[in-house]
Structure formats: C-alpha cells, structure tokens
C-alpha cells in the first residue's frame, strides 16, 4: 500500500477504518477473571478487532458469547493434529473471521544431537563459571 492510499488494506476494510487491533495475549484469564471475554468486549466497543490466543484461559465459545461481531483466532499448531483440527472446527464455528497462524515457538533443531562438538561449548561453560556483576 503506497503512503497516498486512503484506503485501509482489504484485511483491515473487513473489520472496519481502524489500522488497529488487539494482539493475542496468552493467559489473560489469569490476570483478571474473564480478561479474555473483557478484552474481546473493549475491541468491539472500540471497533477494532480481536485476536484470541490458543494459550487463552478463556474459551472460544466463552468469547463469542460475550460479542456480536466475529474475532480473529490466534492458532500455534501443536503436535497432535486432531487437537489442531478441533481448534480450527471450534474457531469456524464460533464465526472466526482470521485464523493467525503463529510460528515463533521454540523447535529443537537438528544440530541439537551434535552439540557436544561444537568447540564454543568450552568457552560458554567457562563463561558460566565467571562471577556475575551485581547491581
């Protein structure tokens, strides 16, 4: 989208004028009782949308009922695919209008097995060894 465009891009236009939304944040639940269910409430009321994280205490159907309009579902894929595919039925179900497919966590590479011959693991545990600064 060039810098002269006054038209929101067309993922934007589906939710409204608002360039804003609410990111996916894992366990608001623990925070504040019904963190999730208050969040979704105070992106509609504001007109911007909402994205629910897989990590939610709250569920998919606890936030849709609490909304009219749809929210974005935020989904990391797990290792068990019928888990995966519940999520995903239970997203399309509730009116998701975006699945967020997240590919930050962390993976165990395939050098893992072969770390013991890497010659920095000598100066990493001596670095270990040395005291640290207080503050």
């Known amino acids: 989208m060039s810098r002269s465009s006054s038209s929101p891009p067309t993922s934007w236009a589906r939710t409204g004028p608002s360039r804003w939304g609410s990111g996916p944040t894992g366990l608001t639940g ?3 009782a019904n963190g ?3 969040g979704a409430r105070a992106a509609q ?13 709250g569920s998919i159907e606890d936030v849709r009922s609490v909304v009219q309009k749809p929210f974005w579902f ?3 894929l797990m290792r068990d695919r019928g888990f995966n ?15 967020m497919l997240t ?7 395939t050098a ?3 770390r013991q011959e890497w010659p920095l693991d000598s100066a990493a545990s001596h670095a270990e060894e040395m005291p640290s600064r207080s503050r």
């Not at 009321?45 to 205490?57: A, D, E, M, Y």
């Not at 595919?85 to 699945?99: F, Y």
């Open 112 to 114: 893992a097995p072969r």
């Open 74 to 76: 935020q989904v990391y």
């Open 85 to 99: 595919v519940e999520l995903l039925d239970r997203a399309k179900a509730a009116n998701c209008s975006a699945i």
């Open 45 to 57: 009321n504001f007109g911007v949308p909402f994205c629910l994280s897989t990590l939610s205490i």
């Open 103 to 109: 590919v930050d966590m962390p993976v165990q590479g």
């Open 30 to 32: 623990l925070f504040h």
């Open 36 to 38: 999730e269910m208050l």
